[in-house]
């Protein structure tokens, strides 16, 4: 199982990015996908999350400018960021908890490369 993320780059404050993580491999089910970023220094952080069912959740300081969504026959999940800060510049990593049929069926944890975002004042 591979997660492809792609989207990052550099922005003016106020402007917008969306970024993109694609699963693909052999594997049952995508039981949640998420979005979590980096500074130097610091622990990474969950930024935004999507459940099978659609249940989302967001870190305080993105919500109502950024929004997760999922394509699920594209086994791919966006975050579409809006109003974008300088605060908001970090790597930016997706994360996904698939279920793959092996001997049982067993849940693991994948982690896609880092996407760099930033933003200029």
């Known amino acids: 199982v591979q997660l492809q993320a792609s989207g990052g780059g550099l922005v003016q404050a106020g402007g917008s990015l969306r970024l993109s993580c694609a699963a693909s491999g052999n594997f049952f089910s995508i039981n949640f996908m998420g979005w979590y970023r980096q500074a130097p220094g610091k622990q990474r952080e969950l930024v935004a999350g999507?459940?099978?069912?659609?249940?989302?959740s967001y870190v305080d300081s993105v919500k109502g400018r950024f929004t997760i969504s999922r394509d699920s026959d594209k086994n791919t999940v966006y975050l579409q960021m809006n109003s974008l800060k300088p605060e908001d510049t970090d790597v930016y990593y997706c994360?996904?908890?698939?279920?793959?049929?092996?001997?049982?069926?067993?849940?693991?944890?994948?982690w896609g490369q880092g996407t760099l975002v930033t933003v200029s004042s």
């Open positions: 994360k996904a908890r698939i279920s793959v049929r092996t001997s049982g069926l067993y849940e693991y944890q994948y």
């Open positions: 999507i459940t099978t069912g659609g249940g989302t």
